[in-house]
C-alpha cells in the first residue's frame, strides 16, 4: 500500500475505536467536534482568556461553525464569552466552574480508553506503538502546516527570529549578539515566509535581493526551524517553498551562508542541490560555509 492508503487505513480504523462515529463521544453527551473546542479551551491557562480568533485559527474552523458551537458550550454553563478588556473588538472565552469539572471528566475517559486500548500490548510493543504515533504525529502536522508571507514587523515572524538568533548566538563559538531590537531586514524586494501550527512559530525563512553579485540572484536568510520539529522535513518544505518565490520573482541563481556548527542545515543544503562556493560580497560575517544553486524559470 502507498503512503495515502496507509493513512486513509489508519484514519477509518482510529475514528472508529476512539468512538468519533459516536454521537456522543466518549458518553459525555457531546460530539467530537464540540468536546475538541472544549479541551483547547481548557489548555489555556486558568488565569487567561482566549479569543474567538484564536480558537479558530488553532482549530482552522470558519466563523459560523466555531460561534455555533461556542452557543452549545454556553447553554450547557461550560464557558462565558465577553468582550476584550484590552480590545472591544474582541471577543474572549473562559471555562466555567462546570467547564473545568466538565474538561477534567474529558480527560478522564479520553485518559481511560487510552488505557484500555494499550492493555492487551506488551511493552515491547506498547515502545513500538508509542515511537510510532510520535513520528506520525510529527510528519503530519508538518505536511500540513501553514506557509505564509509575513512583513518583516509581523509579531510571529519576530518572535520566530528571535528563537533563531537566539540559537545561533549559543551555538556559534564566538555568540552572535546583535544590538537593537529583533526585527528583519525590510530591504526593497526581501520577503519572508512564516510557518505556524496551532498558532505558534515553527519555521521561518526569508529572501532578499543580492544587489552586490547581480539582478537575477537573490539570497535566502534566516532559516531557522524549531528544534521541536526538526527530521520531518519542514526545513526542506520551507527551503523549496522560497526557492518557488524566488523564480517567481525571476531569479535564476540562489546564494546562502551558514555556519559550519550547523551540520544538519549544511547537509540539508547539499541534499537539496545546493554547491559550495567561496564567501561573496554582503554576507553574513560570521558564516563559514556558503553555497549556490542555479534555477529553471518556471515555464
Same mark, same amino acid.
Given at each position: 500500500?502507498?503512503?495515502?492508503?496507509?493513512?486513509?487505513?489508519?484514519?477509518?480504523?482510529?475514528?472508529?475505536?476512539?468512538?468519533?462515529? @459516536?454521537?456522543?463521544?466518549?458518553?459525555?453527551?457531546?460530539?467530537?467536534?464540540?468536546?475538541?473546542?472544549?479541551?483547547?479551551?481548557?489548555?489555556?491557562?486558568? @488565569?487567561?482568556?482566549?479569543?474567538?480568533?484564536?480558537?479558530?485559527?488553532?482549530?482552522?474552523?470558519?466563523?459560523?461553525?466555531?460561534?455555533?458551537?461556542?452557543?452549545?458550550?454556553?447553554?450547557?454553563?461550560?464557558?462565558?464569552?465577553?468582550?476584550?478588556?484590552?480590545?472591544?473588538?474582541?471577543?474572549?472565552?473562559?471555562?466555567?466552574?462546570?467547564?473545568?469539572?466538565?474538561?477534567?471528566?474529558?480527560?478522564?475517559?479520553?485518559?481511560?480508553?487510552?488505557?484500555?486500548?494499550?492493555?492487551?500490548?506488551?511493552?515491547?510493543?506498547?515502545?513500538?506503538?508509542?515511537?510510532?504515533?510520535?513520528?506520525?504525529?510529527?510528519?503530519?502536522?508538518?505536511?500540513?502546516?501553514?506557509?505564509?508571507?509575513?512583513?518583516? @514587523?509581523?509579531?510571529?515572524?519576530?518572535?520566530?527570529?528571535?528563537?533563531?538568533?537566539?540559537?545561533?548566538?549559543?551555538?556559534?563559538?564566538?555568540?552572535?549578539?546583535?544590538?537593537?531590537?529583533?526585527?528583519?531586514?525590510?530591504?526593497?524586494?526581501?520577503?519572508?515566509?512564516?510557518?505556524?501550527?496551532?498558532?505558534?512559530?515553527?519555521?521561518?525563512?526569508?529572501?532578499?535581493?543580492?544587489?552586490?553579485?547581480?539582478?537575477?540572484?537573490?539570497?535566502?536568510?534566516?532559516?531557522?526551524?524549531?528544534?521541536?520539529?526538526?527530521?520531518?522535513?519542514?526545513?526542506?518544505?520551507?527551503?523549496?517553498?522560497? @526557492?518557488?518565490?524566488?523564480?517567481?520573482?525571476?531569479?535564476?541563481?540562489?546564494?546562502?551562508?551558514?555556519?559550519?556548527?550547523?551540520?544538519?542545515?549544511?547537509?540539508?543544503?547539499?541534499?537539496?542541490?545546493?554547491?559550495?562556493?567561496?564567501?561573496?560580497?554582503?554576507?553574513?560575517?560570521?558564516?563559514?560555509?556558503?553555497?549556490?544553486?542555479?534555477?529553471?524559470?518556471?515555464?
Amino acid at each position: 500500500m502507498n503512503t495515502t492508503d496507509v493513512l486513509r487505513r489508519f484514519n477509518r480504523t482510529y475514528t472508529q475505536r476512539i468512538g468519533v462515529l @459516536e454521537e456522543s463521544f466518549l458518553g459525555t453527551g457531546r460530539p467530537l467536534a464540540v468536546s475538541r473546542l472544549l479541551f483547547e479551551i481548557g489548555t489555556t491557562d486558568a @488565569e487567561a482568556d482566549v479569543t474567538v480568533r484564536e480558537l479558530r485559527e488553532r482549530l482552522d474552523l470558519d466563523s459560523g461553525h466555531l460561534s455555533r458551537m461556542l452557543r452549545r458550550l454556553e447553554t450547557d454553563g461550560l464557558v462565558a464569552t465577553s468582550p476584550d478588556p484590552a480590545d472591544q473588538r474582541r471577543r474572549v472565552v473562559r471555562l466555567t466552574d462546570a467547564g473545568r469539572a466538565a474538561r477534567q471528566d474529558l480527560d478522564d475517559r479520553s485518559e481511560e480508553l487510552a488505557a484500555r486500548i494499550v492493555a492487551p500490548l506488551t511493552d515491547r510493543q506498547r515502545e513500538r506503538l508509542t515511537a510510532a504515533l510520535a513520528t506520525a504525529d510529527l510528519l503530519v502536522r508538518a505536511a500540513t502546516v501553514r506557509l505564509r508571507e509575513v512583513p518583516p @514587523e509581523d509579531p510571529l515572524g519576530r518572535a520566530a527570529l528571535g528563537h533563531y538568533l537566539k540559537e545561533i548566538d549559543a551555538r556559534f563559538p564566538t555568540g552572535y549578539r546583535l544590538t537593537g531590537p529583533v526585527v528583519a531586514a525590510a530591504k526593497p524586494g526581501s520577503t519572508y515566509v512564516l510557518a505556524t501550527s496551532d498558532t505558534e512559530p515553527v519555521a521561518y525563512g526569508g529572501l532578499r535581493p543580492a544587489p552586490a553579485l547581480d539582478g537575477d540572484t537573490i539570497e535566502i536568510k534566516r532559516m531557522w526551524v524549531h528544534p521541536d520539529w526538526r527530521g520531518a522535513g519542514l526545513g526542506s518544505r520551507m527551503l523549496r517553498h522560497l @526557492e518557488g518565490l524566488a523564480r517567481d520573482r525571476g531569479a535564476t541563481r540562489l546564494v546562502l551562508d551558514t555556519n559550519g556548527v550547523l551540520e544538519e542545515a549544511i547537509a540539508m543544503y547539499e541534499r537539496s542541490g545546493y554547491r559550495a562556493i567561496d564567501r561573496y560580497p554582503g554576507s553574513d560575517p560570521h558564516a563559514t560555509h556558503f553555497f549556490e544553486k542555479e534555477l529553471s524559470l518556471p515555464a
